[in-house]
């Protein structure tokens, strides 16, 4: 059974950080791309980062760049969302998510990505 598992959400102040984590389970997503979406109460889910599969391109939405960065780890199959000066607006709950298929540069499209995980709450608070 493949298991994208979240970790490391909480409560934090507003400059704060967090360090989220996404394990893989049940299969190696060693050769797709993976991606952080969030969806805070009463909007649309949206696309945070992507990584490739080799970590050699990444991409954020605009709100986020400086001060997230997303990583990860093919042998321990996780991939990680480092985020610093949080804000209020961060708000909201994580999710990870594997792309469709292999060897494919990242998406910012939510309906590329097959698996998803079922997230990690983040609040911060002002």
């Known amino acids: 059974q493949v298991q994208l598992v979240e970790s490391g959400g909480g409560l934090v102040q507003a400059g704060g950080s967090l360090r989220l984590s996404c394990l893989a389970s049940g299969r190696t997503f060693s050769s797709n791309a993976m991606g952080w979406f969030r969806q805070a109460p009463g909007k649309e889910r949206e696309f945070v980062a992507a990584i490739s599969w080799n970590g050699a391109m990444t991409y954020y939405r605009d709100s986020v760049k400086g001060r997230f960065t997303i990583s990860r780890d093919n042998a321990k199959n996780t991939v990680y969302l480092q985020m610093n000066s949080l804000k209020p607006e961060d708000t909201a709950v994580y999710y990870c998510?594997?792309?469709?298929?292999?060897?494919?540069?990242?998406?910012?499209?939510?309906?590329?990505?097959?698996?998803w995980g079922r997230g990690t709450q983040v609040t911060v608070s002002s």
């Open positions: 998510a594997a792309y469709r298929s292999s060897y494919s540069t990242p998406s910012r499209l939510e309906w590329e990505y097959e698996y």
